[in-house]
């Protein structure tokens, strides 16, 4: 038998064992049943080759024969035809998840915005929207010269905009505007940004109308922008100067002494999916979150970064029951996490134009809240340009 018709007709590999095989093969001879590839294992076994369709009347030879016949592999046509209507459904769902990759990939799922620093990025996702650039969107139908154009003109802040597009992903680059420089020729004067006393002062441009060891109040008119010249004519000039002085401040802030904290309760967890932009829970009931609860949402997004994304996400929210409590921290680890953030809005106000010299701290507690206030001496620049009207 060519290896062509075992192919074409199919073949089987057989063990036969017995306390004479050789009486077996004698059988097979007689029936005219073709054997083939005949190999010994030992006296009792042996290994044969037959056509597919001479099997059975090969089983009844071995009952004759006092053997026992068992298939070992089955080779050809029939049994690729075989192994591969068992895996038909596999084929399919292969071919199935292909088919959605292939066109999921050709609509947008997931649209990242990068540059943004004072404007946000919820305004540029609603300018996006508005101009058709929206999560499942059919991305080749994008212009992405008109979605950047109407980007800029939704808002104003940005001075460029570009999209692009990798599979189901979009990336939105903006750049902001930069503020242009003070114009050194618009007319004003120097007022003080905040209350004190004056310890040294530089005047570059503008007639001065205090002097060192001034007390000043927040808003006082510290450089004139009139300047009378040797004539007698007066002028509007671009006041500068800087002004150093001591000044103070009074900050307050509050904290409450009970908290609502996690009760003993253990928390619960439950699924829901997100297809597009529906919503489906594997619960029952809303998702709202329960009175006296709080929940935290984990997602799971159907994605490979880089590779593909689907609008299919799944959500795990662990809800948790809260109770009021003693907050765990104490009075005073709150006493000094409000000192802590005072400390930092001092920074934060003063920044590079002074520096802290003294700071005072007192708590005081009121209808269940801890009071801190801070009274601080500063040295800075106050001097703060004003336009003249």
């Not at 809240?369 to 801070?374: C, D, F, G």
Request: glycine fraction near 10%; charge should be negative; aromatic fraction near 6%.
């Amino acid at each position: 038998m060519t290896r062509l018709d075992e192919f074409l007709w199919g073949g089987v590999r057989v063990r036969i064992s017995g306390a004479a095989p050789e009486k077996f093969l004698n059988s097979l001879s007689e029936a005219g049943i073709e054997c083939y590839d005949t190999e010994p294992l030992d006296e009792f076994t042996l290994l044969a080759g037959l056509r597919r369709r001479d099997l059975g009347r090969a089983r009844s030879c071995a009952a004759r024969s006092q053997c026992d016949i068992r298939v070992v592999r089955e080779r050809g046509a029939p049994a690729l035809g075989r192994r591969l209507r068992r895996r038909m459904a596999l084929l399919a769902a292969g071919v199935i998840c292909f088919a959605l990759l292939a066109a999921s990939s050709l609509f947008v799922w997931d649209i990242e915005v990068t540059g943004c620093e004072s404007v946000s990025e919820g305004e540029v996702l609603r300018a996006l929207a508005e101009a058709g650039a929206r999560p499942g969107s059919f991305w080749p139908g994008w212009d992405a010269g008109a979605i950047a154009n109407h980007v800029l003109l939704a808002v104003p802040e940005l001075a460029w905009a570009g999209v692009s597009v990798s599979g189901s992903r979009a990336e939105v680059k903006v750049r902001e505007r930069t503020a242009p420089p003070e114009l050194m020729d618009v007319p004003g004067s120097v007022a003080a940004r905040a209350t004190g006393i004056i310890e040294s002062m530089e005047v570059f441009s503008g007639a001065p109308l205090v002097s060192v060891g001034d007390a000043v109040a927040e808003g006082e008119t510290l450089v004139s922008g009139s300047v009378t010249g040797a004539s007698g004519n007066t002028r509007q000039v671009h006041a500068s100067a800087r002004v150093i002085a001591r000044s103070f401040t009074e900050l307050t802030v509050s904290a409450p002494l009970e908290a609502r904290e996690a009760a003993d309760a253990p928390a619960r967890t439950r699924w829901a999916v997100a297809v597009g932009g529906r919503r489906f829970n594997f619960f029952p009931g809303s998702s709202q979150t329960p009175p006296g609860c709080g929940k935290i949402i984990t997602e799971y997004p159907l994605a490979v970064e880089g590779v593909f994304t689907l609008p299919v996400t799944l959500l795990r929210e662990t809800v948790a029951a809260y109770g009021p409590g003693a907050a765990g921290e104490g009075r005073a680890a709150t006493e000094e996490r409000l000192v802590d953030f005072l400390a930092r809005t001092l920074e934060r106000r003063l920044g590079d134009r002074g520096e802290v010299l003294s700071a005072e701290y007192t708590a005081r507690e009121s209808g269940g809240r801890l009071y801190v206030t801070v009274r601080a001496e500063c040295r800075e620049d106050i001097a703060g340009f004003v336009p003249a009207e």
